[in-house]
């Protein structure tokens, strides 16, 4: 039988059928990949591999528990968002230097070496701590609509138990009817039982997640009533006419706040236009007379 000699030379004819279909097939999954992620996704993953600076001095259990709590915005991952920050890192300096000349013709301060330097550190810092200030925004937004879900949907859930459903049947029933953080996170909690998890683990990691204290109670009310064998309908009952109270409560709290918020507009901008529109034509009468 007559074979083929290997080649040197890395001619194609050198590859096995094997090698070649893999090396298709990464072609083809690097091809089909954004411009932008084609680009500089090596490079940001060199940046952020383990043994880089920037991993080192960032903890990312806890850049991974912070993005879990904000539901992981735009299918960000940990390594993803440290990329973020470091380019964030890198940009935003550029920009106040780029801004500078301006910023001194107005304000009337001389660039030297020692401003440069102060204006890029400045940058450097900002760029580091803007992707973590979004990141708190986006939480505080997240538990702020778990929060103000919550409510009615115990309450839907309460319904449907007293109808005859399940405690976890009629938290699906209810979850796939709205469109919210909370629902996402009762629909995960239920994927995870369907899983092999037990119900109170998944219950317990689902308020940890969301991080809502009104929830983890909640959660904390129905894992010992499941224990101890008390009516889930009776605790969801109870439950829910608490959340209702306590959101009352905050309604009113805000209410209470109002006037002081409203203070500081008031005086920067509406006291000012009616000193001019009541006191204006008074003082041109003034003016004109010659007193």
Do not use: C
Not at 78 to 105: H, Q, Y
Not at 161 to 176: D, H, K, N, P, S
Not at 235 to 242: G, M, N, Y
Request: positive net charge; aromatic residues 8%.
């Amino acid at each position: 039988m007559l074979q083929t000699p290997p080649n040197p030379r890395g001619r194609p004819g050198s590859q096995t059928p094997l090698e070649r279909v893999m090396a298709q097939s990464r072609t083809e999954g690097t091809q089909d990949q954004p411009f932008v992620r084609r680009v500089l996704g090596p490079t940001l993953d060199r940046m952020t591999d383990q043994s880089s600076v920037f991993t080192k001095n960032v903890n990312l259990e806890d850049l991974r528990y912070n993005l879990l709590r904000a539901g992981f915005p735009y299918g960000i991952r940990a390594r993803e968002f440290l990329a973020i920050k470091v380019f964030s890192t890198a940009l935003v300096p550029l920009l106040f230097l780029a801004l500078m000349p301006k910023f001194s013709s107005i304000l009337g301060f001389r660039i030297n070496f020692l401003v440069v330097v102060l204006v890029a550190f400045m940058g450097a810092l900002y760029g580091w701590k803007i992707p973590d200030t979004w990141l708190s925004m986006v939480i505080r937004k997240r538990q702020f609509l778990i929060q103000l879900a919550l409510p009615d949907m115990i309450d839907l859930i309460s319904i449907s138990v007293e109808a005859g459903l399940g405690l976890y049947a009629a938290i699906q029933r209810v979850a796939t009817r709205f469109k919210n953080p909370l629902s996402e996170e009762l629909l995960r909690a239920l994927q995870e039982v369907r899983l092999g998890r037990g119900h109170s683990e998944a219950l317990r990691d689902m308020a940890k997640r969301a991080d809502v204290a009104d929830l983890s109670m909640l959660v904390t009310a129905l894992v010992q009533a499941e224990v101890l064998g008390i009516a889930i309908s009776n605790v969801l009952t109870v439950q829910a006419e608490r959340l209702r109270e306590k959101r009352s409560q905050r309604a009113r709290e805000q209410a209470q706040k109002a006037p002081i918020k409203m203070l500081f507009p008031l005086v920067l901008f509406i006291f000012p236009a009616l000193f001019v529109v009541i006191l204006g034509p008074a003082m041109i009468k003034i003016m004109g007379s010659g007193i």
